[in-house]
């Protein structure tokens, strides 16, 4: 299978469930849920759904039925720390996915709120999953801890916005390693984990199949990040549909800031490879998840 | 039971789980976890965990363990619902319950991010109730919704993000009646409801005995916010512990603004009455709530 099929699919199945669980745009208030589809309807990839997807199918031999619910909730928190990253007071950008990003359009107040609201619905919408409640229970602890702020009733793990925070206050240090893959392994690796573990519990993954769902999504989320660093230096503008270079303008924690370009590049195709081999017992059935893998770490934008 | 004996018992044990979920001052990233903490032990009266318990505990005949968690995940919603509505893009307020408000001692970016993981932090909560899978499904629903825009997967509902948005978008506007009841219902109503429908579940209430609960969550929960409104014309800044007046300044649609403080205060007495005709089948086992409900129409602050 290609990845432009795996990637349709995604985006086909993805975008039905966020038009069926998100308000319509003329429920009142209207602004607040035309706010929240203005962000969640901005040309994303899905990529997040489609780990969930092909992990759930990898696992139970098929789809299984409603997963993709499971995967519109993980976009919508996806959505929701887009919208609050570039606030003002954040990474203030006008601009995400070549268009006007939420605040621009609709004000503070209401990006802000919007925000929240699309962590709400995330949340009900894994309270409404169509699998086991102890499926479901599973899937909102992991799922929470995954976006919180890295610590918490469960102890240590890499938590979103505990990256985010780390992130700002790095700003104008010098990166450490240390520093830069805990920034990477918490602000984008631990949604991009969850969502490959989340897919795979709701297909009734076993403890160790959990375990190798989790090694697999771990190499995935911080061979992306540093991907995503090399083409904030490598790409224009208009390639990436947001503003470029902007990481080295602000002194971001970086891979490539850390370790330089060439082997930026080496360490990410090493990771993917080590992603392999955690999801190789699953033999043929891997190669969607795989070829997703290779999709991330060869993309241009 | 004298109320001082309700809430000081509510504060204790709300208090003690609320430490134990949240994480600690010195947890890294410091900043956000102590912003966290800032807002949520600012010295809040725990009503909300107080309607928890004494639902909990009328239901079932004694306080169930670890309903607690349930009233702390519910105050750490109120407490985040609070820092979004202080900053600067929403309410402006420098001070609340006599307080230097949460942007106002950590910035805007973390108290942002602090509020969002307040958020994050109730929902994994929830996710980790001492009670049947299927019951803390349930919690989850009726909570999901009750902090929601008011719209969504689950048809038309109150919803305190919901209220908010009316409430920004209404000022300025002659508040009519049903702009009144509506925000009302949503701003802060439907977290009261919540918390009573949620300490219900949590002991096993069957659905008619939901129904009963719900109803007088809901007349509670109006009674509370029109002596909030009575109060914010009756009272002056140091006794409330945030600025006075500021609905009447700002054109708020408050219950007074729309029937005079006279209607307004024997309105609230009427809905307490109807309230306690909602959990009349309880008996003695009702007092408790009863005790509650009067004090909050009765209080000076």
Chains 1, 2 share one sequence.
Not at 59 to 88: F, K, R
Not at 158 to 184: F, R, Y
Request: hydrophobic letters at 45%; proline letters at 4%; aromatic letters at 4%.
């Amino acid at each position: 299978m290609s990845v432009e099929t795996i990637l349709t699919e995604a985006v086909t199945v993805t975008d039905a469930a966020l038009e069926r669980l998100l308000p319509g745009p003329d429920a009142q208030p209207h602004s607040i849920h035309r706010a929240m589809r203005h962000s969640t309807f901005a040309g994303g990839k899905r990529l997040r759904p489609a780990l969930v997807l092909e992990a759930a199918r990898m696992v139970a031999g098929n789809l299984p039925e409603g997963v993709e619910e499971c995967g519109a909730a993980i976009e919508m928190l996806h959505t929701y720390s887009l919208i609050h990253d570039d606030l003002p007071a954040l990474d203030n950008d006008d601009l995400r996915r070549g268009k006007p990003t939420c605040h621009v359009v609709f004000g503070e107040a209401i990006a802000i709120l919007a925000g929240d609201a699309l962590q709400t619905t995330a949340f009900q919408t894994l309270a409404h999953l169509k699998c086991p409640a102890t499926s479901a229970v599973q899937i909102l602890r992991e799922v929470a801890i995954a976006v919180n702020t890295g610590v918490g009733a469960d102890g240590l793990a890499p938590g979103m916005i505990g990256g985010q925070v780390v992130d700002i206050e790095s700003e104008g240090k010098k990166p450490t390693a240390e520093l830069v893959e805990a920034i990477h392994r918490s602000k984008t690796g631990a949604l991009i984990t969850v969502s490959i573990v989340a897919g795979g519990l709701y297909a009734g993954a076993s403890a160790e199949d959990v375990a190798r769902l989790r090694t697999f999504g771990e190499k995935l989320g911080l061979a992306f990040q540093i991907v995503d660093d090399v083409l904030d230096l490598t790409q224009d503008s208009a390639q990436l549909g947001k503003t470029a270079g902007k990481d080295a303008a602000t002194d971001k924690a970086t891979w490539p800031a850390v370790y330089g370009l060439e082997k930026s590049i080496a360490d990410a195709d090493a990771m993917i490879r080590e992603a392999y081999d955690a999801i190789a017992p699953w033999g043929e059935a891997a190669e969607p998840l795989k070829t997703i893998a290779r999709f991330l770490v060869e993309r241009k934008h």
